[in-house]
Nanobody
Framework: QVQLVESGGGLVQPGGALRLSCTAS????????MGWYRQVPGEQREWVAA???????NYVEGVEGRFTISRDNTKNTMFLQMNSLEPEDTAVYYC?????????WGQGTQVTVSS
């Protein structure tokens, strides 16, 4: 089992930056894939980015070049650095972990991009 705790959300102006963190309750070297989804009220949850235990990364079109996903195995923490934020990036961001054939989710952190 894996517990995930996100932090780092908040209110930022367009063009600004935020860094989200997701800390896991176990050694993340044992977690095959971790990543981020986001959800706007009334819409489906959208996949944003993922990183494997080997360090391979993938991004949804529209965030590549602005967002960077990374992981620090020494801290059991995954990050999402978000730059050049746009109002369309406003959502609740959820981290996830794929471990032992099960998907685990964090509680979510709100990101609001507004002037």
């Amino acid at each position: 089992q894996v517990q995930l705790v996100e932090s780092g959300g908040g209110l930022v102006q367009p063009g600004g930056a935020l860094r989200l963190s997701c800390t896991a309750s176990r050694d993340i070297r044992s977690i095959k894939t971790m990543g981020w989804y986001r959800q706007v009220p009334g819409e489906q949850r959208e996949w944003v980015a993922a990183i494997t235990s080997g360090g391979s990364t993938n991004y949804v079109e529209g965030v590549e070049g602005r967002f960077t996903i990374s992981r620090d195995n020494t801290k059991n923490t995954m990050f999402l650095q978000m730059n050049s934020l746009e109002p369309e990036d406003t959502a609740v961001y959820y981290c996830h972990a794929w471990y032992m054939s099960k998907m685990y989710w964090g509680q979510g952190t709100q990101v609001t991009v507004s002037s």
